[in-house]
Structure formats: structure tokens, C-alpha cells
């Protein structure tokens, strides 16, 4: 399958053809702001979870909500091309909501992969997922590494020179 951006109805159509074809589907999310090695670890131990990888990315706009309004520091698009250039994704996508609830229940993932640091009962889409009865994969290594802090030691650093 070659690395595609879908919108949402794209997305339903082609997980339904994949999902015929026997393929096991794991969906992925985040905000995707400053690609760091934690996110190219998280995204290939994701793919390692299924046949078929879809990356759901933050809008710009609530990434503002909750990270603030100098967030994010690439725009949407920049962030959709480069996330679906990495090997690992084969399919990336976005969603305007707070948490990822509505794009689980529209594509309905066998998994749904997120960081080490959560669990089922601190992910917001917990709820979704046992009701659904879609396995949660915590994947990639221990956060040592944040868009946030690439961001605050970029403007140290432009603030020293």
C-alpha cells in the first residue's frame, strides 16, 4: 500500500476494503508537532501491532486548545506530509475534536497504539475502546523527548545569540 493523506469518508472506505482483505488496523494519534526520534520510535512499535497503520493527527486548532496560542509551530498540512512520508505510516488523516473518540468509532481499529505513559484507565478514549472492544497497544519508549521542550530550548537558545 503506498502512504496516502485521506479525509474522513476517504479513510472509512479504504479501512472497510482493507479490513476485507483480512488486514488488522491499528490506529495511532497525536499532534505530530515536531517530529523527534520519540515519535519515529512510537509510530514503527505501532506498525509493529498490525498489517495496516493509520495516523490521526491534531488539527491546528485543537492543538491551540490545549497546548496554547503559539501551537503548533508547523501547520497542519506540513505536519500531514511529513508524518505520511515515515515508513512505518500507511495511511494519516485528521480530527478537529479533543480526543479521538469519534474518528476510533467511525474506523473501528483491531488496535489503537498510544505512548508507555497510559494506561486504558487514563486514556480518554478508554471508555470507547472497552466498549468497542478494541485492544489497546502502549507502545515506543519511555517520554524522553517533547515537541514542548524542543520548542522552549529552540527559544533559549535564539534568546542567548
Do not use: W
Request: aromatic share 4%.
Amino acid at each position: 500500500m503506498s502512504r496516502v493523506i485521506l479525509d474522513r469518508d476517504e479513510l472509512k472506505r479504504e479501512v472497510e476494503t482493507l479490513r476485507a482483505q483480512g488486514k488488522t488496523i491499528v490506529f495511532a494519534n497525536g499532534a505530530f508537532d515536531l517530529l523527534h526520534p520519540g515519535h519515529v520510535r512510537f509510530l514503527k512499535a505501532a506498525a509493529q501491532e498490525g498489517d495496516v497503520l493509520v495516523v490521526g493527527l491534531n488539527t491546528d486548532e485543537s492543538i491551540r486548545k490545549y497546548k496554547g496560542p503559539d501551537r503548533p509551530v508547523q501547520p497542519l498540512s506540513d505536519r500531514l506530509e511529513v508524518v505520511s512520508a515515515l515508513i512505518p505510516v500507511d495511511i494519516a488523516t485528521a480530527f478537529d475534536e479533543p480526543t479521538a473518540d469519534n474518528i476510533i468509532d467511525r474506523i473501528r481499529p483491531d488496535v489503537h497504539a498510544k505512548g508507555l505513559d497510559y494506561t486504558l484507565e487514563t486514556l480518554p478514549e478508554g471508555p470507547t475502546l472497552e466498549r468497542l472492544g478494541i485492544r489497546l497497544a502502549c507502545v515506543g519508549d519511555e517520554k524522553n523527548y517533547s515537541s514542548t521542550q524542543l520548542i522552549e530550548r529552540a527559544a533559549d537558545a535564539a534568546g542567548s545569540t
